[in-house]
């Protein structure tokens, strides 16, 4: 079956903090902790520096959340099963997301990306990039995922309330929103780490701007 930026945003970082340094600010930890979030994968960071700039840090990112988030063990067939990477909707990515996962792992798992075209592709996915344009499109998607242990990624203005779990901006800053009614009722859990980094929550149906 065929399936249908503000100041205060937290900033790319690829450095960790210095440890000798005085205490910071609340935005500084921000910093830091949004640099935490990426700084195991800072040796692609020639990836980042390419004219892809933008989707380069989009797959970092992707990556980044199989540390982050936790899936509940039935989402995988075997202890070793792969991450199975998945995009649906308009790939922008083109091979930058192929070259962020491949040859890696994360817990000990390797990662599959796919393109997907059917909605029985998608039941198989961990992640998956939402990139539709039609609002309609995306919410079709969405409701196909819903209660699955997938955690759906996205970056429309909508994202969230359209039943999205998490939607982040990138520009010239990373602006991370989470949608935690969704991932609890898709049984995936995530890190404190990555809410201290949010600018935006949804819980028990009510959004909080944290940033």
Known sequence: MSIGGAEDEVPFACTLPDRRAPACSAGCRRRALAGLLLAPFCSRAEDISTSRAEEAVEAVFMRSFTRYVTWPPHAFAEPNSPWS??????????????????GRTELGRPFGVTRARTSEELLRCHIVFVGYDSPMRRRAALEGLKHRPVLTVGDAPDFLFEGGIIRFVVHDRVAISINLDEARS???GISTKMLEVAREVVDNGTLRRLR
């Open 186 to 188: 898709s049984s995936l």
């Open 85 to 102: 990477i998945c995009v649906v909707g308009s790939d922008r990515f083109d091979e930058v997301l192929d070259r962020t996962f491949a």
